[in-house]
C-alpha cells in the first residue's frame, strides 16, 4: 500500500515539473562587412518587452560569413549592458540561464590584432535564438 502511495507522489510532482513550457524567440540582423582587425562590432539584434515572462533556458547563436575567419573571433552575447562571453562563432550555451529575458539583445565580437583586414569578411547573417522557460 504504502508503495502505491510512494509511486503516486512521485507521479503527481513529475506532472507538475511536465507542465512547464519552453517556447523560443529568434532574433537577427542581415549582417554587414568587417574591415577591422581589433575593432568592436556591435550587431543589435532585438528587444524582448517588458510582458515578454519567462528565464532563459539555453540560447543559440549563429554568425555566418562569406569568407573562413582567419583567426576566430572573441565573441560576446548581451543583453542591454550584462554581456557573457561564449567560445565560438556559432554555439548553444547556458549562459543567461535562469534570468529574465526582457531586454535588448546583441552580439558583439572582436577579430585579433589590429589593423585593416585584407579582403574584408562579409557578414550574411546574425541570428540568436532564446529558449524561455514559462512560468
Same mark, same amino acid.
Given at each position: 500500500m504504502w508503495r502505491r502511495?510512494?509511486?503516486g507522489l512521485l507521479?503527481? =510532482?513529475t506532472s507538475q515539473v511536465v507542465q512547464a513550457t519552453i517556447v523560443s524567440a529568434t532574433l537577427s540582423h542581415p549582417g554587414q562587412s568587417i574591415q577591422r582587425k581589433g575593432h568592436w562590432y556591435r550587431f543589435t539584434l532585438g528587444q524582448l518587452p517588458p510582458?515578454?515572462?519567462g528565464k532563459v533556458t539555453t540560447l543559440a547563436w549563429q554568425i555566418q560569413s562569406l569568407a573562413a575567419w582567419p583567426r576566430p573571433?572573441? =565573441?560576446f552575447v548581451c543583453r542591454d549592458r550584462d554581456c557573457q562571453g561564449v567560445d565560438s562563432v556559432a554555439g548553444v550555451s547556458?549562459?543567461?540561464a535562469g534570468q529574465g529575458s526582457q531586454g535588448q539583445w546583441s552580439i558583439v565580437f572582436?577579430?585579433?590584432g589590429s589593423g585593416a583586414l585584407h579582403p574584408p569578411i562579409l557578414i550574411t547573417g546574425v541570428s540568436l535564438t532564446l529558449n524561455r522557460l514559462l512560468p
Open positions: 502511495v510512494v509511486v507521479l503527481a =510532482v510582458d515578454n515572462v573571433p572573441s =565573441v547556458r549562459c543567461f572582436a577579430l585579433p
